[in-house]
């Protein structure tokens, strides 16, 4: 276990300003953890480590409260406030629920759905009577909470479809919502109230921001993603952040819902720290709030990816630290002295496995860690990092060494037709369809397979190397921490190999059925390659007896997805008009 932080985290703990204060005077007044998943031991571990890190803010989501009104549901009314009062017992000061608005239409009377094709009439005072009481009910059934975090775009019946002469924006529709929960909750409750940004694309984000800027209570804050749009390694810092004339708290992945949800080599410090220095130089940002699961009993906690907590914390303890050297901190303090310089190493490398793995020149190719090139398209449009870089470049290291563009070069290359004509595509990155940077066709060739290869084999030995400091560190790990450790990066080595067969095979298929002056001896060789390593890799997962903790990402299942591309591209899939590729001869 974790000793406690150096002595400088109490003293600012000791500066704090109260939670209910709407504006804090330093970047590290509010220093949160979050807990998704429903799993009462992995919650009560978390908890119980909370001390440790000197953590003030504990937020409730997702499978314990996603909407407000699940309290009205025993069971998770039950855990809800058996969590908080375990978190107040444990010095959190600050333990937030979770809430959407507006829910489903027909949550709402039909009284009061009398506007246009049954929309809500939202000039109609009775409505917001109505709804202000809902909330007073639901608040009464979870008393002793400190705050709620407000998602209020893309939720259930959508505020902004609903109907309004007198409101006639998206954005004022979106902001009177928000004064009307602010009324309940923050004027006559006297709780802080939190409102989380999204935006799948600039403009969307914009009109986020703007609705926020409408809000007439001064007291709402407002809570961030460190990136725009969602998790993934290779966005930017999120630019809107600074616009925001309200205190922010802003949200960190460290339970890595992209990128291997902990099952896998997920320890990156310089990730969150350097997110982290960016935002403490920020006068609104107010602090932080990390992610500690991906449900079920996937917690980092009590696992080498704690270090991303630990980065963290000890980055707001200490502003001069170094990230690089948070990794022989935390594995001196957690398998010893000994053994540090080892662990630390192998665990210095899972930034560079992951974007080499779970990544493809640059761009996220695994749906919520799961293997998925197609049909999967959020990848090759939705999560592309290019919307939010301009000029939106990418430099590839990995032996690669080339700066590509994120659609000229790798979305219009590596994307399959299926995804280039997505409607989702046009909507939220038309530009790029209109200046013709991405067209409808199949232009995988040889040089890009070449490109993908190369990072896909440096993924694959740069886990290997991480595995084999691991077991050069056995005699020095207790029984333990060397099974925990070693299955770390079993499956680590794994999962990179894996990936790397199905892109041969996939990429390499993408190619093949361009045509006969395509189908080389060559080529077919390499995808059989491909789909036989994919069936190998696969049996050692399915027979692997340390399959990892539950949670969305089920890493055995990740077989099972292998086994359809060696279907599909052996016996012929029909998105490419059922061409099989036949063995090599000889």
């Not at 979770?98 to 829910?103: I, K, N, T």
């Not at 704690?306 to 050297?325: F, G, H, K």
């Not at 761009?363 to 049909?375: G, K, M, Q, V």
Request: charged content about 25%; aromatic content about 10%; glycine content about 4%.
């Amino acid at each position: 276990m974790l000793s406690r932080l150096p002595a400088v985290l109490a003293l600012i703990s000791a500066a704090l300003l109260s939670p209910a204060t709407a504006r804090a005077e330093s970047p590290q007044d509010v220093r949160g953890w979050t807990i998704l998943s429903d799993d009462d031991a992995g919650a009560d571990a978390v908890i119980a480590a909370a001390p440790r890190y000197d953590i003030n803010h504990l937020q409730l989501s997702h499978d314990i409260v996603h909407d407000l009104r699940e309290v009205r549901e025993e069971p998770r009314r039950v855990q809800a406030n058996r969590l908080t009062a375990a978190a107040h017992a444990a010095g959190v000061d600050e333990v937030a629920i979770w809430d959407h608005s507006l829910y489903s239409l027909t949550y709402y009377p039909e009284r009061f759905r009398t506007g246009p094709n049954g929309t809500i009439d939202l000039d109609d005072p009775a409505f917001w009577a109505w709804f202000k009481q809902d909330y007073r009910e639901m608040l009464d059934l979870v008393p002793d909470i400190d705050s709620v975090v407000l998602t209020f775009i893309e939720t259930g019946a959508r505020i902004e479809r609903q109907h309004s002469t007198r409101l006639t924006t998206d954005s004022q529709k979106q902001a009177h919502l928000i004064d009307q929960v602010a009324d309940v909750i923050v004027e006559e409750r006297g709780l802080n109230l939190y409102l989380r940004t999204f935006g799948y694309y600039p403009a969307e984000m914009q009109r986020t921001i703007d609705a926020i800027a409408l809000v007439d209570n001064r007291d709402v804050r407002v809570m961030a993603k460190a990136q725009p749009h969602d998790f993934f390694l290779t966005h930017p810092v999120d630019r809107t952040v600074e616009r925001i004339d309200r205190p922010v708290l802003i949200e960190y992945d460290t339970a890595g819902e992209y990128n291997g949800q902990g099952k896998i080599a997920n320890a990156w410090p310089e990730e969150h720290v350097n997110r982290l220095r960016h935002y403490q130089r920020l006068p609104n940002v107010i602090g932080y709030v990390a992610r500690t699961d991906r449900y079920a009993d996937s917690r980092i906690v009590g696992t080498p990816t704690e270090i991303n907590l630990y980065a963290l914390a000890r980055a707001t303890a200490d502003p001069r630290v170094r990230p690089a050297s948070m990794y022989r901190e935390f594995a001196a303090r957690t398998y010893g002295r000994r053994a540090a310089d080892k662990v630390a190493s192998a665990l210095s490398k899972s930034y560079d496995i992951v974007t080499s793995a779970l990544y493809t020149l640059g761009t996220n190719t695994a749906n919520h860690s799961r293997l998925d090139f197609e049909p999967y398209c959020s990848s090759w449009h939705r999560s592309v990092s290019g919307k939010w870089i301009e000029p939106p470049l990418t430099r590839v290291r990995h032996t690669v060494n080339r700066t590509f563009d994120f659609w000229k070069d790798v979305v219009q290359h590596l994307a399959p037709v299926t995804c280039k004509t997505q409607p989702t595509f046009r909507t939220e990155a038309g530009y790029v369809l209109g200046n013709g940077w991405v067209t409808p066709h199949n232009l995988m060739n040889v040089r890009y397979l070449r490109y993908v290869l190369k990072e896909k084999d440096f993924g694959v030995r740069l886990a290997e190397q991480a595995l084999r400091e691991i077991r050069d560190a056995r005699r020095h790990l207790s029984s333990d921490h060397y099974r925990q450790l070693n299955a770390y990066f079993e499956r680590t080595v794994l999962t990179a190999r894996l990936q790397r067969a199905v892109a041969k095979a996939y990429f390499g298929y993408r190619v093949y059925v361009q045509g006969p002056e395509h189908q080389t001896d060559r080529l077919k060789r390499l995808i059989w390659q491909g789909l036989d390593e994919s069936r190998e890799v696969a049996t050692a997962i399915t027979t692997y007896p340390d399959k990892a903790a539950g949670g969305e990402w089920n890493w055995v299942r990740d077989a099972e997805e292998a086994e359809k591309y060696y279907q599909r591209i052996s016996t012929g899939w029909d998105r490419y008009d059922n061409i099989a590729v036949p063995p090599p001869k000889g």
